[in-house]
């Protein structure tokens, strides 16, 4: 008895589904290519806008550097005289405030301080007058009269000196920044002092010893 045969179109139907397979396959193997370029050109536009962003930034940089060079030197031909020669920094009177001692504000130890302080006062229409009054016999001595007007300024000073100082710590006052923070804002209590009558130029430590 004879094997019934398979129907002619089996064969050809795998074949065809075969070849909707490979037509798939080959079909997007074009899109995969298409996407790698997308990509490509993506990555290409973000580094150009980064770098034309770099490239701003460094010349409002560039800018800003070369505007501030032009104010330094401005300010600097400024303080100069015609011939070139550097402008004295103003010079004031100097009063020596004597020693101090005191305690310092540290918790684990304690510490106390030992400075000469003096501060250096701009002079006054007054002083000025005087000291041009020659100096004969009779005539003003202009350090007699800040003395005398130190004299009942000094127990204030001296007061906002020891405030200043004796609220810091021994570490804070061994550094050069803590001893510079120190002097400004003692400058700025006897500015408060004298009410815009004179004001501090500079302060000065002498012997400073921590113990």
Same mark, same amino acid.
């Given at each position: ?9 089996? /064969? ?9 397979? %490979? ?5 997007? /193997?074009?899109?995969?290519?298409? =996407? ?29 550097? &070369?505007? %501030? ?5 401005? =300010?600097? =031909? ?7 020669? &550097? ?28 400075? =000469? ?42 007061? &906002? ?6 609220? %810091?710590? &021994? ?11 120190? %002097? ?28």
């Amino acid at each position: 008895m004879a094997n019934p045969s398979r129907p002619r179109d089996a /064969k050809p139907k795998a074949e065809d589904e075969d070849f909707e397979i %490979k037509q798939t396959t080959t079909v997007d /193997k074009p899109q995969s290519g298409a =996407n790698l370029i997308t990509t490509i050109i993506v990555v290409a536009i973000a580094a150009v806008v980064i770098i034309a962003t770099n490239y701003v930034m460094m010349n409002m940089q560039m800018s800003q550097m &070369s505007k %501030k060079i032009t104010e330094i030197s401005a =300010n600097a =031909n400024e303080e100069t005289g015609d011939e070139g020669e &550097s402008v004295a920094a103003e010079r004031g009177v100097i009063i020596d405030l004597g020693e101090f001692i005191l305690n310092l504000s540290d918790t684990n130890a304690r510490k106390f301080l030992k400075v =000469n302080v003096a501060i250096e006062l701009s002079k006054k229409d007054s002083d000025i007058a005087a000291a041009g009054g020659g100096h004969g016999e009779g005539a003003p001595d202009p350090m007699a009269n800040i003395e005398a007007e130190m004299n009942q300024f000094k127990p204030s000073i001296r007061d &906002s000196i020891i405030s200043v100082l004796s609220s %810091k710590t &021994s570490e804070e006052l061994a550094t050069t920044p803590g001893k510079e923070l120190a %002097k400004e804002q003692i400058k700025e209590a006897i500015d408060a002092i004298f009410e815009g009558d004179r004001e501090v130029l500079r302060v000065s430590f002498g012997s400073f010893f921590i113990q």
